[in-house]
């Protein structure tokens, strides 16, 4: 294990369109985070049952594969860790409500954006 490896903050990206969810996990873990992929809701529900006390952040698209969203996905680690940073992003406007601390991001967003948000996360 590479010294310093054991503090990096974990984020959970949370997307069903591979090449965004490809670039997300590019773009953070450049920014020393480690990262859990997951193109469900429910594959990201297991993530946080089985590590949730060592991820820092979640990014999730409103639209994912399965039965659950990403503002439900959002609502579920909110009320579990409360702390939690979480980032609820899509290409349509916001129709539902979020739970309280989350932020949404509008697609398209840009590289610099979605690394100051994470940064939030861990400070």
């Not at 999730?60 to 399965?66: I, K, M, N, P, S």
């Not at 039965?67 to 579990?80: P, S, V």
């Not at 702390?83 to 949404?104: E, K, N, Y």
Request: overall charge negative.
């Amino acid at each position: 294990m590479p010294m310093g490896y054991a503090h990096r903050s974990t984020a959970l990206v949370v997307e069903n369109d591979e090449a965004q969810r490809t670039l997300v996990s590019l773009l953070l873990e450049e920014s020393e985070m480690n990262v859990i992929e997951c193109e469900s809701a429910e594959a990201a529900v297991l993530v946080l049952e089985e590590s949730g006390d060592n991820v820092a952040m979640v990014f999730t698209d409103v639209e994912l594969a399965g039965m659950m969203d990403g503002i439900e996905l959002a609502y579920l680690a909110k009320q579990r860790y409360p702390d939690m940073h979480v980032i609820v992003t899509s290409g349509a406007p916001r129709v539902r409500r979020l739970p309280d601390g989350t932020l949404f991001m509008a697609k398209p967003w840009s590289p610099i954006d979605l690394l100051r948000a994470a940064q939030q996360s861990f400070h």
